[in-house]
């Protein structure tokens, strides 16, 4: 059974950084693609960035340029590195396995000043 959990959240002031990660335990055989959504108060959950099997990685518009997505070479870490945060970032933040539909708890990220 696989298991995700993600860690890193906090609290930060607008500009400032944060890097999540997500731990997988459990076989990694098919988790493959992987994701990182975000939900803020209120609001639906929506997507940040995915990563495939081979590495290939998509962002969502909103955060191009300000987001990484990566991951540790035995593939088994996640991470989102977020740099120029913004209020409107203010979410939690879920890693998910899209390929077996398994989500994380998620991790609170607030960026106020």
């Known amino acids: 059974q696989v298991q995700l959990e993600e860690s890193g959240g906090g609290l930060v002031q607008p500009g400032e950084s944060l890097r999540l990660s997500c731990a997988v335990s459990?076989?990694?055989?098919?988790?493959?693609?992987m994701g990182w959504y975000r939900q803020a108060l209120g609001k639906e959950r929506e997507l940040v960035a995915i990563?495939?099997?081979?590495?290939?990685?998509v962002y969502a518009e909103s955060v191009e340029g300000r987001f990484t997505l990566s991951r540790d070479s035995a593939k088994t870490t996640m991470y989102l590195q977020m740099n120029s945060l913004k209020p409107e970032y203010t979410a939690v933040y879920y890693c998910?396995?899209?390929?077996?539909?398994?989500w994380g708890p998620g991790t609170q990220v607030t960026v106020s000043s």
């Open positions: 990563i495939t099997s081979n590495g290939v990685v």
């Open positions: 998910t396995s899209i390929r077996e539909g398994i």
């Open positions: 459990g076989s990694i055989f098919s988790i493959y693609p």
